[in-house]
């Protein structure tokens, strides 16, 4: 059994799809740990995205290796993808993507009803206990459009954690937040790390919740470095 939770091993990424060959990440190795709250930054445009998209078996890389504890998943089926992204990744993005016509409760719902694994009492109890971890139990009826910015990236998040991910990957989560908002997030993300002890790879501008980080990381000319200092 692996101490890591994910590794990538000379993770590679060309774009051909648009004609001419764009190398977006050159062999990137990296390794992350149970418990680690992780931030990788790096210039706009250089593959943080890429590689979040990857390592959330949302995309194929064109060479190298992803493996979630020792297990490779870079040439698994997209059933095999799918089956393990539902059920052990969570996902925050920029954009909240949440259901408009459902409230805050029943999006956060969504990820273990496809699941399909919990009584529908099971599902509602973890549900209510989330959104009252976000600090949203009396949003329960809000549908997205009635809550704030900040109050729906507080749903995606507890919607991420519904299924008990091994680890939560987020992609510049804060990125359309007013300062107070991501201050909320950035302490929301840090008391999940320390209290549930849950893993998470958050990429980010903000250099409040980097300095929250266990482990921080750079992305430069296609690979990640850990950052010292
Ligand atoms: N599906 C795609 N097809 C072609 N090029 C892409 C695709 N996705 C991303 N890219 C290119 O890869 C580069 C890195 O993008 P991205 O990973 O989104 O960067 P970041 O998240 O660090 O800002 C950009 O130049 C972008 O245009
Ligand atoms: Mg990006």
């Given amino acids: 059994m692996s101490d890591f939770i994910l590794e990538t091993k000379n993770l590679t990424r060309v774009f051909e799809e648009t004609g001419e060959a764009l190398s977006i990440l050159n062999g990137v190795d990296f390794a992350l740990k149970q418990g680690e709250f992780a931030v990788l930054t ?85 549900a209510m206990y989330l959104l009252e971890t976000v600090g949203l139990k009396d949003r329960l009826k809000h549908l997205p459009r009635e809550l704030s910015g900040g109050e729906r990236q507080r749903v995606a998040v507890a919607r991420a954690l519904m299924n ?48 929250c980080a266990s482990k921080r990381y750079i992305m430069t000319h296609g690979k990640i470095s850990e950052k010292v200092g």
């Fill in 42 to 126: 790096g210039a706009s445009g250089s593959g943080k995205s890429t590689f979040l998209n990857l390592i959330g078996l949302l995309d194929t890389p064109t060479a190298g290796e992803i493996l979630f504890y020792g297990k490779n998943f870079s040439r698994a089926t997209s059933e095999e993808k799918d089956a393990y992204h539902r059920k052990h990744i969570g996902f925050v993005f920029q954009f909240h993507h949440l259901l408009s016509e459902f409230t805050a409760f029943e999006n956060v719902c969504v990820p273990a009803r496809i699941l399909n694994e919990k009584s529908f009492a099971e599902i509602k109890d973890r």
């Fill in 164 to 211: 008990e991910p091994a680890i939560v990957l987020a992609d510049e989560p804060s990125g359309n937040l007013d300062e107070k908002n991501a201050e909320m997030l950035n302490e929301l993300f840090s008391k999940l790390n320390k209290e549930f002890n849950q893993t998470f790879l958050v990429v980010t501008h903000d250099e409040r919740l980097a300095n």
